[in-house]
């Protein structure tokens, strides 16, 4: 089936499910993760029908596409952001980024601890959990924060900061996974080392660069330079710039992309221009790609767990769930926040989906969830945190919006 008819199905129907949800008082991204999921439940019922929706996960456009979707997210998010103040909340966001990954990290191993049969795949399938319960996605929390307007306030400036850490951080745990399913065992610290100064010169060369040489050019460009729309293909050249040095350190692209928005300022240039290219940039994101991202992620929705075993999916979403919004929240309390603020920060650090997906995708390859004997847990692993993933997607942005309301 041809590409432009699978998109054109998903943006229709992800839009029209957005506007339902905004004239409920939900906000877009819920909307747009339900389109997801019934066109999810519509294609598997009848995959003999639609044979190529049912596996739109293995059609490498539609993944480029997506991916794009988290590339345009993430940077709309760094040029809607003030640099300055995000420096400032970044000390007390170190805090609520660790405090949101250790907590369910362990909390979730805790859980396989007690649940999972013994195996020679026990480690590997607690890592697993815990790994997946410790990731906050990062483009549905900020998504989540431009919909009810908090993203400049002080609580969206530490959840954007923590969430930025916590993506750095689960670069590190999901090496570690990899290297454990690969192998059977933990990796060496001599690689976690190589992997962390790959992290530290990404940051070194991306702020230099930042700070030093991209005011210059982009006056430049911004004077001298007179093509149409020449500041857009500048913002979009240095952000592909970073995302390829992100990726050449073995680290996630969206991170590239962040960095090159926070960096793109009204500083060098007419405060009109500068607005522009920010609309520019948002109407790609918002009207286009950011629908079809989140749609993709509703479309992963397996059921089977529900059914097989309903006490194991309560309880991981319940861990995943209490786990971050105390481990982020105290933190962010302990910081000076407010209780609502700390509320704010827990929930938002809460909001899981692209990332969990591509764990437990590789950990299905890896075979981490075959064994011998009749184990229903491990057998439907791979769909409870499937499942886990979308609805606190799904539900984080409906209480950020009750939260925001409740704050002003």
């Excluded at 590190?172 to 990796?187: H, N, Q, R």
């Excluded at 992290?199 to 930042?210: E, Q, R, S, W």
């Excluded at 952000?239 to 500083?267: N, P, Q, W």
């Excluded at 309390?333 to 938002?348: D, E, F, H, M, Y």
């Amino acid at each position: 089936m041809d590409i432009w008819y699978i998109i054109l199905v998903l943006l229709v129907t992800a839009r029209l499910f957005s506007e339902m949800a905004r004239r409920f008082s939900i906000p877009p991204l819920a909307g747009e993760l339900v389109a997801g999921i019934i066109l999810g439940i519509i294609f598997n019922t009848w995959s003999g029908t639609f044979t190529e929706l049912s596996n739109l996960h293995d059609n490498e456009v539609f993944t480029a596409i997506t991916e794009f979707g988290m590339f345009f997210l993430m940077l709309y998010a760094g040029v809607e952001l003030n640099f300055k103040n995000l420096k400032k909340a970044s000390g007390n966001a170190v805090w609520v980024a660790l405090g949101g990954m250790l907590i369910p990290l362990a909390l979730g191993m805790g859980l396989g601890w007690f649940t999972l049969p013994e195996s020679e795949l026990k480690s590997a399938q607690l890592f697993f959990i815990g790994v997946a319960l410790a990731i906050t996605a990062v483009p549905v929390a900020i998504k989540a924060l431009m919909d009810i307007n908090l993203l400049n306030t002080k609580e969206g400036q530490t959840i954007v900061s923590a969430a930025v850490i916590d993506d750095v951080i689960s670069l590190v745990l999901l090496a570690v996974l990899t290297a454990f399913l690969k192998t059977g065992e933990m990796p060496g610290f001599e690689g976690i080392l190589i992997l962390i100064g790959k992290i530290i010169l990404f940051f070194i060369i991306t702020i230099v660069v930042g700070l030093y040489a991209l005011p210059y050019l982009l006056k430049l460009v911004s004077k001298k330079i007179n093509i149409e729309e020449s500041e857009v293909s500048f913002l979009l050249i240095v952000a592909f710039s970073f995302a390829v040095l992100a990726e050449a350190l073995d680290l996630h692209f969206i991170l590239g992309a962040f960095i090159a928005g926070l960096f793109f300022t009204k500083r060098e240039m007419k405060k009109s221009v500068y607005e522009d290219v920010k609309n520019k940039i948002g109407a790609i994101n918002t009207g286009f790609l950011a629908p079809i991202f989140f749609a993709s992620i509703g479309l992963s929705l397996e059921l089977s767990a529900f059914v097989n075993i309903p006490l194991f999916v309560v309880a991981l979403i319940l861990i995943a769930s209490v786990g971050k919004i105390i481990g982020a929240g105290i933190p962010a309390k302990l910081s000076g926040l407010s209780t609502q603020q700390s509320l704010i920060v827990g929930n938002a650090m809460n909001a899981r989906g692209a990332v969990e997906l591509i764990i437990a995708d590789i950990a299905l390859r890896a075979g981490l969830f075959k064994l011998p004997g009749d184990s229903h847990i491990v057998q439907n692993l791979f769909s409870a945190v499937v499942i886990m993933a979308i609805v606190t997607t799904l539900v984080t942005p409906i209480i950020l919006k009750k939260l925001g309301k409740r704050k002003s």
